[in-house]
């Protein structure tokens, strides 16, 4: 079982979404009973909000639903619970380690430190653009996943 959590700001734009992109690819791929899939914030501010409209209109044009996320903040026992913690961005992944108080089993990173170009997701709250957050959030899941395969920790599943 891999237990994942993606996290950005507020947990109403980049990481819901990621969240559920993540459920829906890995259940295309008959592999949802291997995860456990969430999404948290480092700010409070959003905290029981429901995923941001423009965010939501965007994964239901690639037929996501994200019906019923509310938005919580992450917690140092998110730590524990969660085997690969993927940040949208940078400050992201300080704030979760001010939060973890370190990472010592090296388990934070961003989405898209698994692509072949790593870097920040940019925030489409404030860019408005989240066609583009999308597919950087596809690019980075799709390399997460391969990083799994590669690594022997995941195995693709058999037919018949």
């Known amino acids: 079982m891999h237990n994942v959590l993606f996290v950005c700001l ?11 992109m993540f459920k829906e690819k890995v259940a295309q791929m008959g592999l949802a009973e291997e995860f456990t899939i969430a999404s948290a914030g480092t700010s409070s501010e959003e905290e029981g909000n429901p995923v941001y409209p423009p965010a939501r209109a965007e994964l239901a044009r690639h037929g996501i639903s994200c019906t019923g996320k509310r938005a919580r903040k992450l917690t140092s026992a998110d730590y524990t619970k969660f085997d690969h913690i993927l940040a949208a961005e940078s400050r992201n992944v300080n704030a979760a380690l001010r939060i973890f108080g370190g990472d010592p089993e090296k388990k934070v990173f961003r989405i898209l430190d698994f692509s072949d170009r790593p870097r920040d997701i940019s925030d489409p709250w404030w860019t408005g653009d989240f066609a583009t957050a999308y597919r950087d959030i596809e690019e980075g899941i799709d390399g997460f996943l391969r990083s799994l395969f590669r690594s022997g920790k995941l195995s693709p599943k058999k037919s018949g």
């Open 10 to 20: 507020g947990n109403i734009c980049r990481s819901p979404m990621a969240e559920f």
